[in-house]
């Protein structure tokens, strides 16, 4: 490339000349600054979604922390009619969503701060409420465990049944034909 009315040869050039000509040839080797800021700046949002989802996920093998829900939770006709596979679906700080499913017995369960709703879905079982709870331990101090329950009241539960079980009332899947899969709603208090 020459400059009009300038030397040809290289050599001759000025200094200042051979420099424009070297940053007009290496601007058509490179992108654009303007491609490369957009290069970055996706890099940027790319790493930062990345870590920031990364410190939202729990570490394997501890629950998810209670988290206020702020947008509606849908379920669907399959996942209701799934519910053979034990989940849970939202976990508030004021309420927790699950669906279960037992094929036997449980013990007996004393939520003192949590008002289970429970919904079945499919299946069958003598679900038992109130009355004393039996051998109780409590290895966790907000739901003591017992084995058996004295004066308490029989239900047989059955698809379509709902149970509203107060916090701190014993309760307990005494029998099971078969399996029973079902819906909780636990209204926590404060």
Request: aromatic share 6%; charged share 20%.
């Amino acid at each position: 490339m020459a400059f009009r009315g300038g030397p040809s040869n290289s050599s001759e050039r000025e200094p200042r000349e051979r420099a424009i000509v070297e940053r007009i040839a290496n601007t058509e080797r490179r992108p654009s600054v303007k491609k490369l800021k957009h290069v970055v700046g996706f890099a940027v949002l790319v790493v930062t979604a990345v870590v920031g989802a990364a410190a939202q996920q729990p570490a394997r093998g501890t629950p998810a922390p209670p988290q206020p829900l702020t947008t509606s939770k849908y379920l669907s006709h399959d996942t209701v009619a799934g519910c053979s596979k034990a989940g849970t679906f939202v976990n508030t700080p004021e309420y927790i969503v699950q669906c279960s499913n037992r094929t036997g017995p449980g013990v007996v369960e004393v939520h003192t701060k949590e008002t289970d709703v429970i919904y079945v879905i499919d299946g069958s079982a003598t679900f038992v409420t109130g009355g004393k709870a039996q051998n109780v331990t409590a290895t966790n101090p907000l739901q003591p465990r017992g084995t058996d329950i004295q004066g308490g009241e029989a239900h047989h539960l059955t698809k379509g049944d709902v149970i509203v079980v107060p916090a701190g009332q014993p309760h307990w899947f005494k029998e099971v034909a078969g399996s029973v899969s079902y819906y909780v709603v636990k209204v926590l208090k404060q």
